[in-house]
């Protein structure tokens, strides 16, 4: 059954390729700006890198995440879901899934290119994309109780960013953390350790939280 | 609220075995065609539903021969039908109906018509909410009419 949402999520967004385009290409766009911005100090483009790469994620994971419940809410789909054989978690947990392969994942796999346009050393890039890997999972998990939160509000999208971001903090300072750190030649791992104890935290608490949610929104 | 004896909340994700709930909204994902819809449905809620089996519960309905579209090239009321195919093809003894003749035309009320009447002649249960007349041959139903003043009409068939 798992299974089942986690095929429908993707074949749904497979037919709305656009939608996915559009994250990744804000992340890309985003992240360019900054070099033409700034300049073309390599060492200041490298001191701002870490910070700039995690802000245009947090703000591309942002764009994704009403749509995680928002369209199966309207047309009905939810609350069938919420009538299915199954614990709400795993409903949860197999859309927040779903999302995070499509809309985040990219971004991970593209992050690399992306650090080249700021100078980073290989060992940097590395570090880079490890960082988004453990991150971005609890970008899509603590995300997706926003999402649950907002829906049918008008202005819902707005409103997830005012509730979501603050809740992001954590996770931009450890991940840019790691990313700074390996610049600076110092070890990563401190920062990496806190960011994957945060996944493991938010996976065992953020989908509960959002079936809850989703059952308040859903009253 | 009880099921066979035993109350509701304790059968939790049990009791949602036996109901198929239909409501005012359709739950048909646009991008999906019907045997897509159909499939998913019953992949959620544990079942398997083979693709003959899909296409005859459309056929039923009256949309044979348009389950390879997909469904935002489907009509409001092609769409409502592709939802009750639903009903067809998960075996669930409880059937929960909000408003189900919504938007459908005479045709089609007299399809869903006989459809519950056959549910309820195999032994199953249906609990309408409706504003429209609907009229079941099945021996078994009781008719509860709501206060005018909220203009609903509700029966409960069983």
């Known amino acids: 059954m798992f299974r089942w949402i986690v095929k429908r999520d993707l074949t749904l967004a497979w037919r709305r390729r656009a939608d996915v385009l559009s994250t990744l290409f804000f992340f890309i766009i985003v992240v360019s700006l900054f070099p033409l911005g700034i300049g073309p100090e390599a060492q200041l483009l490298k001191s701002v890198a870490p910070g700039v790469v ?11 995440l009403n749509r995680i419940f928002a369209n199966d ?48 050393p290989l060992d940097t890039l590395v570090i880079l994309c490890l960082s988004l890997m453990i991150g971005t999972p609890v970008l899509s998990l603590i995300g997706s109780i926003g999402a649950a939160l907002t829906l049918g509000l008008r202005g819902g999208g707005v409103l997830i960013a005012l509730l979501i971001l603050p809740l992001y903090i954590p996770v931009l300072i450890f991940g840019a953390g790691a990313v700074d750190a390996s610049i600076n030649g110092q ?33 | 609220m009880r099921w066979r004896g035993a109350p509701i909340s304790s059968l939790g994700e049990e009791y949602n075995k036996v109901i198929t709930y239909l409501g005012h909204r359709n739950a048909v994902k646009e991008e999906l065609n019907s045997i897509e819809n159909l499939r998913i449905v019953s992949g959620l809620a544990g079942e398997e539903l083979n693709t003959a089996a899909g296409q005859n519960a459309l056929a039923r309905v009256g949309l044979a021969g348009r389950d390879h579209l997909p469904a935002r090239f489907l009509s409001e009321g092609q769409r409502r039908r592709s939802a009750i195919a639903r009903l067809l093809t998960r075996n669930s003894a409880l059937w929960l109906l909000d408003e189900v003749l919504a938007s459908l035309d005479l045709a089609a009320t007299k399809l869903i018509e006989t459809i519950i009447g056959e549910h309820l002649s195999a032994g199953g249960i249906a609990i309408v909410a409706t504003h ?26 069983g």
């Open chain 1, 187 to 219: 070890s990563p791992a401190p920062h990496l350790y806190l960011l994957g104890a945060l996944a493991v935290l938010s996976l065992a608490f953020a989908p509960w939280a959002t079936s809850a949610a989703l059952r308040i929104s859903l009253e």
């Open chain 1, 54 to 64: 995690w802000v245009a994620a947090l703000l591309a994971s942002m764009l994704s």
């Open chain 2, 132 to 157: 429209h007349e609907l009229r079941i041959s099945a021996s078994s139903f009781k008719r509860l009419e709501l206060e005018p003043a909220q203009l609903a009409d509700a029966v409960v068939l």
């Open chain 1, 73 to 120: 809410y309207q047309d009905g789909t939810l609350e069938q879901m919420l009538l299915t054989p199954q614990p709400l978690f795993l409903v949860v947990l197999g859309k927040v899934l779903a999302q995070w392969l499509v809309a985040e994942l990219p971004l991970v796999l593209i992050a690399p290119l992306i650090g080249i346009q700021f100078d980073l």
